[in-house]
């Protein structure tokens, strides 16, 4: 196997156990389980800096490594993915700042917004952009993966960026929750 098959498999695998875990998040959410809530909550903060730091180095492989070219949509999903590694570090140590959690989700929604346009282009369910037309870009159509028949990397993207959403959701739940009483 090359470096290229594992790191799909590795990747894909990391987003289909991502899809479970947003199914399962949903759930909790729709069941209001005190326990589970309570649990995600506690630890939400350390889960999301694990999952941007992810997706991060996951691009970074993608592009710097492998050297698949990033194209127009992939910047913009890197310009919301990349700041949260920071912003979700720095809560992490300072153990403060609600606003962060609140730009991360916002950052989140609007990333998962293009992460989920840039997948439905690439499996053909939208018209193209004319990202190619820039002059600097690959087509933001072009297909680098597609693992287990639906998996590409906007969509691993867009997992991500749902996980993060939900899991702060959940925290700021959690928090509000933990005031009350």
């Known amino acids: 196997m090359t470096l290229v098959s594992v790191a799909n498999v590795v990747l ?41 730091l992810s997706a991060t180095l996951g691009s970074l492989f993608y592009s710097e490594i492998i050297g698949y070219e990033p194209c127009t949509l992939c910047w913009f999903q890197r310009i919301f993915m990349y700041p949260q590694v920071i912003l979700l570090g720095m809560l992490l140590w300072k153990k403060r700042g609600a606003g962060i959690v609140d730009g991360s989700i916002i950052l989140s929604i609007i990333g998962t917004a293009i992460a989920l346009y840039h997948h439905l282009l690439q499996i053909g369910l939208t018209p193209e952009l004319p990202c190619s037309a820039t002059g600097y870009s690959v087509s933001c159509a072009e297909r680098f993966v597609m693992s287990f028949g639906y998996i590409t990397i906007p969509l691993m993207t867009f997992t991500a960026f749902v996980l993060i959403a939900l899991l702060l959701g959940i925290s700021k739940i959690h928090e509000k929750s933990d005031t009350q009483i």
Not at 19 to 40: E, M, N, P, Q, S
Request: without cysteine.
């Open 12 to 52: 894909s695998s990391a987003t289909v156990v991502g899809h479970l875990g947003i199914g399962f998040l949903v759930a909790i959410l729709l069941f209001r389980r005190k326990t589970a809530l309570g649990y995600i909550g506690r630890n939400a903060i350390v889960l999301s800096f694990i999952i941007a």
